[in-house]
């Protein structure tokens, strides 16, 4: 008996160092991305949706032969927005050879992604990790808008189109997503001449029950109710401003996105007129036509956003790549990559875009409105 | 003041909802001497089999309602005669853990069956909101007040008129002396586990059309509240579980209307502790003498 155990184990340990060997061998036959982004839970829409849009973008890239020449292989793990799941999954595309890390999805778990990423001083590009600390690093880049730049263009575009004077704001005080871009925009109301007659906290305890808030809103003079939150709170309190009979203009950052189908075919009617902040169309332009078509066809789903910010973060890497003509297993693949990324110009769905030294990239916002569940580009009226 | 007037009746709706879940948490712990923690979950499954009748099976309001309540009740007896029966003559940490263990057995449940996403409602209650001059009340809120007041008021005279009730508060009593008077012990638990069900299964129809969304988790929170509610006003005592639900929601409003939308439950928590301090009993409740 004890033999038997004793072979077993040995052949369990002989196993385990096969194991090993296939998985060190980042053998460079391959450009391996590596993701990190919640898969399951409340704000999984978001995960999956970064990962087929960066999975369409490798399966076209492959198709066209790679970057520079080297086949492109997407790793994606699941971290349920926590940062510690975060990280040990960034560990575990370590080990599986990662060569260009994704960072994470949500921006607790890109900053804690981002600490390891710059002692790896692997090339991290996050899709939509949004707050400021995300980038801290000087390996550390985005694809979407920073938290302050929001805030900033949230007030810019309601000055410059005129959509109301008097703002009133609900925000979660316990998400960093929602103060950062709440910060900024109270900060810089007063120079575009908006006047914040309300502002309305509420905690991730207590995020079903909007009904004071709202109360306290209808009770003020205010014209719009401004919402830099996600998209399943302002679910509840669309609908729940919908049954006070509030007829208020809604406008909202990018977390917005996906409000369509949170909210649920029972409810669309809630968010007609509902205007939020994204710098992605899926009209826009035949690319984004296209990207559009593709995507349905490989998912039955309208992409959003995040999608969006997928497809780009992979276009991006192989711009950067091919810039900096480096293949994984190069000397200095590492610096050079990262070097490419101030210098390199990318048409991506989510605007055309150049990168800062400090990894912020530059590009324009765009305002859409919602009606009956569709998005279109907003008119000043 | 109109102000104050709308806070107070979302409060007083909400606080219905509690008051009617705390019902089903002091009416188990009078008779059945346990504090049921799954008995939040329990409103959770009445307001998916609504969506699961009305958004899936297509449905009508009336006939999903009523299978909503026969799933909780079928759901809440099943859970005494599996869970507790056994351990009716346990100390009460073993029954308490088992409760916690049914609760979490129902979350996990849910969570697989309908993932973690949140359902949006059916809007089966469609009342536009009302204006009274100034003053806006929601449609459902005010449905929500009607119907919770009618129905604890029918709850009473169940209580205090009819020969079951009599039975329920013999029990709670006295469990030996009721089962020599030939009282039938488990009878009388069975039907409180029953009545606690139905009454679940209406906060969470209530919950659902006053919020929106239903998820795996959202028994949690309601339970915890109208545990504490029934606590505030004297667990086992009925008339303070509606007293104690009505003023946690009408307290929780005003100080997220008037002091902090982020410090509304430690305020209310606060409000417990300093009720407990004076009267340890709570609001309603009775001092029981131990027999030594």
Known sequence: MKKIFAIALAAMMITVMFAGCGNSGSDDASFVIGGVGPLTGDYATYGISVKQGAELAVKEINEAGGINGVPVELLFEDDQVDAEMAVNAYNKLMDDGMDVSLGAVTSGACIAVSEKANEDGILMLTPSGSQVECIQYPNGFRICFGDPEQGVNAAKFLANNNVAKKIAIIYDKSNDYSNGIKETFVSVAPEYGLEIVSEQAFTNQSNTDFSVQLQTIAGTDAELIFLPIYAQEAAYILTQAQSMGMEHIFFGGDGMDGIVEKIGADNVSATDGLLFLTPFDTQADEQNIKFTADYQAAYNAIPDQFAGDGYDAIYTIKAAAEHANVKPGDADFNEKIIAAMTEITVDGTTGTMTWSADGAPEKAAAVVVLQDGVATPYTAK | ?292
């Not at chain 2, 606080?15 to 019902?23: D, F, H, V």
């Not at chain 2, 009416?27 to 307001?47: P, Q, R, S, T």
């Not at chain 2, 919950?207 to 504490?228: D, E």
Request: proline letters at 3%; a positive charge; aromatic letters at 8%.
């Open chain 2, 1 to 292: 003041m109109m102000d104050f007037l709308s806070t107070l009746i979302s409060g007083l709706s909400l606080g219905s909802i509690y008051a009617l879940i705390a019902l089903g948490y002091t009416m188990v712990y009078g008779i059945a001497k346990m504090l049921n923690f799954a008995h939040g979950d329990v409103i959770m499954v009445g307001a998916f089999a609504v969506i699961t009748s009305v958004s899936m099976l297509g449905l009508s309001p009336v006939l999903s309602i009523l299978i909503s309540i026969v799933c909780c009740v079928v759901l809440g007896v099943s859970i005494e005669r599996i869970a507790y029966k056994p351990l009716r003559k346990s100390p009460p940490l073993a029954v308490l853990i088992t409760a916690i263990g049914v609760s979490y057995f129902l979350q996990s449940l849910a969570l697989l069956i309908f993932g973690s996403t949140q359902h949006s409602f059916p809007k089966i209650i469609n009342m536009p909101a009302i204006e009274l001059g100034e003053l806006t009340i929601r449609g459902n809120m005010l449905i929500t007040l009607v119907i919770t007041t009618a129905i604890m008021a029918g709850m009473s005279i169940f209580i205090n008129k009819s020969k079951t009730g009599k039975a329920m508060r013999a029990v709670s009593e006295d469990r030996d002396a009721a089962e020599l008077m030939g009282i039938s012990v488990n009878r009388t638990i069975t039907i409180t586990f029953a009545i606690g069900s139905a009454l679940a299964a209406v906060a969470g129809l209530f919950y659902g059309t006053t919020y929106g969304f239903i998820g795996p988790y959202t028994g949690s929170m309601p339970g915890i509240k109208a545990f504490v509610a029934a606590v505030f006003g004297g667990i086992g005592s009925m008339p303070g579980a509606m007293l104690g639900g009505i003023l946690l929601g009408v307290i929780e409003n005003l100080s997220k209307r008037y002091i902090s939308t982020e410090l509304s439950d430690a305020i209310v928590f606060a409000v417990l502790i300093i009720v407990l301090m004076v009267k340890p009993t709570g609001l309603l409740g009775k001092k029981i003498n131990e027999k030594v």
